[in-house]
């Protein structure tokens, strides 16, 4: 079993930043591809960015240029640099770690491993 667990989220101006965390207490993250997924209130899940666990990135059309993804094995934490932000960024980001998904496997519903979630709000 391995436990996700995000941070970093909270309320931005539109125009700032905000640099989300996931970690695996215990565990290596090593072998797995992670992703980051998000949740609007009333939409469904849907993938942000991905790093596979050979370092491939992948970001959704409406975040690229404005969020990066990032693996540090040696901290055993992946990253989402978010800049830029915008309203309807607005979402519960979650992280999701799958050991057989690649850098292009954005549906949801093909990964395993899921954190709590972390709030981002981004408004004036």
């Known amino acids: 079993q391995l436990e996700l667990v995000e941070s970093g989220g909270g309320l931005v101006q539109p125009g700032g930043s905000l640099r989300l965390s996931c970690e695996a207490p215990?565990?290596?993250?090593?072998?797995?591809?992670i992703g980051w997924f998000r949740q609007a209130p009333g939409k469904e899940r849907e993938g942000v960015s991905i790093?596979?666990?050979?370092?491939?990135?992948n970001y959704a059309d409406s975040v690229k240029g404005r969020f990066t993804i990032s693996r540090d094995n040696a901290k055993n934490t992946v990253t989402l640099q978010m800049n830029s932000l915008k309203p309807e960024d607005t979402a519960v980001y979650f992280c999701?770690?799958?050991?057989?998904?690649?850098?292009?496997?954005?549906?949801?519903?093909?990964?395993?491993?899921w954190g709590q979630g972390t709030q981002v709000t981004v408004s004036s």
């Open positions: 215990g565990s290596r993250l090593d072998h797995y591809s």
């Open positions: 790093i596979s666990d050979d370092g491939n990135t």
């Open positions: 999701a770690a799958d050991a057989f998904a690649t850098a292009a496997t954005m549906a949801p519903g093909k990964w395993w491993y």
